[in-house]
Nanobody, 126 residues
């Protein structure tokens, strides 16, 4: 089992910056892709970003590409999401996710993942 705990959410002004963190604990020895999803009220959960174990491969949704950056520190078992120039449309509950088995980073968006964090609210004010 892997436990994921998100932190760093809250209220941010449009055009500002915010960094989310997701700390993994438990059976973290599997070198697997990690990623972020989000869900706004009345909408389905959507893919945001994913990163490979080594960090050399990343994938982003078109809606955040160029504004958000995903990174990870494997020594700390933590993945980050830097949100630059957020917009009110980015307001959502953000979830991190990973799996018990290797998943291609470029296919991460399409899978129903094994482990999810509890989610953290991000609100972008205009």
């Amino acid at each position: 089992q892997v436990q994921l705990v998100e932190s760093g959410g809250g209220l941010v002004q449009a055009g500002g910056s915010l960094r989310l963190s997701c700390a993994a604990s438990g059976r973290t020895e599997s070198r697997n892709t990690m990623g972020w999803f989000r869900q706004s009220p009345g909408k389905e959960r959507e893919f945001v970003a994913a990163i490979s174990w080594g960090g050399s491969i990343t994938d982003y949704s078109d809606s955040v590409k160029g504004r958000f950056t995903i990174s990870r520190d494997n020594a700390k078992n933590t993945v980050y999401l830097r949100m630059n120039s957020p917009e009110p449309e980015d307001t959502a509950v953000y979830y991190c996710a990973t799996d018990a088995k290797p998943i291609s980073t470029m296919n991460f968006a399409r899978y129903d993942h094994d482990y999810w964090g509890q989610g953290i609210q991000v609100t972008v004010s205009s």
